[in-house]
């Protein structure tokens, strides 16, 4: 049985993570980032999103639009859209825009339709 997630705020779409251990999180978040297919990673959010009491997983080096190589601290998480299995990623701590990345939603059959809903098929 196919389950799906829509989300009529396109091109975001709202999610819950859980930094760290999913059944004992270091913390957890609610957030509705932009889904960015040019983005190779999981998610990126503001550092302050992320309080200084939870431990990273070290830095990663990533590489912007323009070719700027930045280096930022990484965590491991669970990334749930809506009722949808979780699954694990990476989110970093980037300056700007949040964003879900394809390491997310290549899990999932992912459809923007039209530029008015994205749709999310599990």
């Known amino acids: 049985m196919i389950q799906a997630v829509t989300s009529a705020r396109f091109p975001y779409l709202s999610i819950h993570v859980w930094i760290g251990d999913r059944d004992h999180p270091d913390h957890e978040l609610d957030v ?3 889904v960015d297919t040019g983005f190779d990673g999981g998610l ?3 550092q302050a999103l992320i309080p200084s009491t939870v431990p990273s997983v070290g ?3 990533w590489y912007l639009a323009d070719g700027t190589e930045i280096k930022t601290r990484s965590y491991f998480c669970y990334v749930s859209i809506g009722h949808l299995q979780a699954v694990p990623a ?3 701590a980037l300056d700007g825009d949040m964003l ?3 390491h997310v939603t290549d899990q999932f059959r992912v459809t923007f339709d039209h530029g008015q809903q994205i749709i999310v098929e599990a």
């Open 59 to 61: 830095e990663s080096v």
């Open 100 to 102: 879900l990345g394809r």
């Open 32 to 34: 509705e980032p932009l």
């Open 90 to 92: 990476a989110v970093i």
């Open 44 to 46: 990126a959010v503001p």
